[in-house]
């Protein structure tokens, strides 16, 4: 099984509705993370977590929003989906620390209609 | 503004020889660097570092540079092969300057080793 888990890998929804990314891990760490992946653009931070009381906006958080259930999951939604956030989504955890080596999920491929 | 730019986008060689991707860094704060290697379908994957204390680290045919003086890292695969057919990322970090260890992701290059 996968360190970091990420449901659904696809989803196709419309615009005006609201959907829930959901990341699971077993790794263990305190933080986590949500970057999109556009083309051409690279991985932009959305959100991230340090634990579960402590979450961070990013640099692209508008339009978005986070829960941290508990140390192993971090869900991101969208509250009201429009088309340019049609994008790759992946989710990451880390130890923390100077080197900070993030692990990654295999992503979530949505598209907004 | 880009904080950590990767000019070439697309990088095509051939099997068997060097594969040198490179990445221009303009904050130098930066403590620590770091190259994700990412295959269609799957989640990046950490494939090496090096730390703002050290010039090079090496890791079986990955080799990573780093020239501070002109904020300027490089990957070197050698021998390339096709299995490295993937994009790369170059990240960065600046701990201790604030970012508290998140990572700065350059725009990716895209590798394609031919056989």
């Known amino acids: 099984d996968a360190d970091v888990t990420q449901t659904p890998r696809n989803r196709i929804t419309k615009t005006g509705k609201r959907i829930m990314l959901e990341c699971s891990q077993t790794?263990?760490?305190?933080?986590m993370y949500w970057y999109r992946q556009d083309p051409g653009l690279g991985l932009r931070l959305i959100y991230y977590?340090?634990?579960?009381?402590?979450?961070n906006k990013g640099e692209i958080s508008d339009g978005y929003s986070v829960s941290r259930q508990a140390q192993a999951k971090f869900s991101l939604s969208l509250e009201s989906a429009i088309p340019n956030q049609t994008a790759l989504y992946f989710c990451?955890?880390?130890?923390?620390?100077?080197?900070?080596?993030?692990?990654f999920g295999a992503g979530t491929r949505l598209s907004v209609l | 503004d880009q904080q950590v730019k990767q000019n070439s986008p697309s990088l095509s060689v051939q099997e068997g020889r060097i594969s040198i991707l490179n990445c221009d860094y303009t904050n130098s704060m930066f403590d620590y660097f770091l190259w994700y290697k990412k295959y269609p379908a799957e989640g990046p994957t950490f494939l090496i570092s090096?730390?703002?204390?050290?010039d090079k680290n090496e890791d079986g045919r990955f080799t990573v540079f780093l020239n501070k003086s002109a904020k300027h890292l490089s990957l070197h695969i050698v021998p390339s092969q096709p299995g490295d057919s993937a994009v790369y990322f170059c990240a960065a970090s600046d701990y201790y300057g604030g970012s508290q260890g998140n990572l700065i992701f350059g725009k990716g290059t895209k590798l394609s080793v031919k056989p």
């Open positions: 977590s340090f634990d579960v009381k402590d979450i």
């Open positions: 990451a955890t880390s130890e923390g620390g100077v080197r900070n080596i993030q692990y």
């Open positions: 790794k263990g760490h305190d933080r």
């Open positions: 090096i730390s703002s204390i050290k």
